[in-house]
């Protein structure tokens, strides 16, 4: 079945350290790739998306995502986390010929430790 | 240029109750799209509409939900009468190009009693 998966409910990191959200995805063909983030109080805002191209995606706030098509997978990544990144991030598709609806995995929250 | 914006912020109702939901979209953007999140599970799709003209209802749960957009302009998502499974957040985004980045409203938390 098509989906999309985020296998991560919960991470906690500590301030400064790395940190990488995974996200894989079943699909026929590989679909339009987006992450997503929504801070506490605040509506859904795009980090980084894919279409095509370069497989290492740049995205807002220090943010980047690689696109493995072996792995069908969308990871996000950050060198160095800042308290300010704590929120729900989420990875979401949409299928190449569809109207454009996005299809979400179940998001990841993510918190920050001094 | 301001964002897409939503009505209320907040809204709880009784069950039985009638709620009408509203989003104004980035001016200019033809696709206008409504989602939702019920606790604990993922956001969903719910329609879509270009300009005036609902390009796919698929993901509406049942026939207490009716979603209009006049003009092509602003949209309305009404819930009646409402049930206690149709607490969450409904999202509203538009884009101007199908495929393009969809922007986000900060959603309206719907809770009903």
């Known amino acids: 079945a098509q989906s999309v998966t985020q296998p991560d409910i919960h991470i906690t990191v500590s301030e400064g350290a790395s940190l990488e959200l995974r996200c894989n995805y079943s699909?026929?063909?590989?679909?339009?790739l987006f992450w997503y983030v929504q801070s506490p109080g605040q509506g859904l805002q795009l980090l980084l998306k894919?279409?095509?191209?370069?497989?290492l995606v740049q995205g807002i706030k220090g943010f980047e995502a690689e696109f493995k098509r072996s792995q069908s997978s969308f990871n996000l990544r950050k060198p160095s986390v800042h308290w300010s990144d704590a929120a729900e991030y989420f990875c979401?598709?949409?299928?190449?010929?569809?109207?454009?609806?996005?299809?979400f995995g179940k998001g990841t929250k993510l918190s920050v430790k001094p | 240029e301001a964002g897409v914006t939503q009505f209320p912020s907040h809204s709880v109702i009784e069950k039985g109750q009638t709620v009408t939901l509203r989003c104004d979209p980035i001016?200019?953007?033809?696709?206008l799209y409504w989602y939702r999140r019920v606790m604990g599970k993922e956001i969903k799709f719910l329609l879509h509409f270009v300009k005036e003209s609902k390009q796919d209802e698929s993901g509406m749960p049942n026939n207490r939900f009716l979603a209009e957009r006049t003009g092509g302009t602003y949209s309305t998502l009404k819930v009646q009468p409402a049930e206690l499974e149709d607490s969450g957040v409904y999202f509203c985004?538009?884009?101007?190009?199908?495929?393009?980045?969809?922007?986000f409203g900060p959603g309206t938390r719907l809770l009903v009693l």
């Open positions: 894919y279409f095509s191209g370069d497989t």
């Open positions: 979401a598709v949409v299928p190449r010929g569809s109207q454009g609806n996005l299809i």
């Open positions: 985004a538009s884009s101007q190009n199908l495929q393009e980045t969809q922007y």
């Open positions: 699909y026929g063909a590989t679909p339009y």
């Open positions: 001016s200019g953007h033809d696709n």
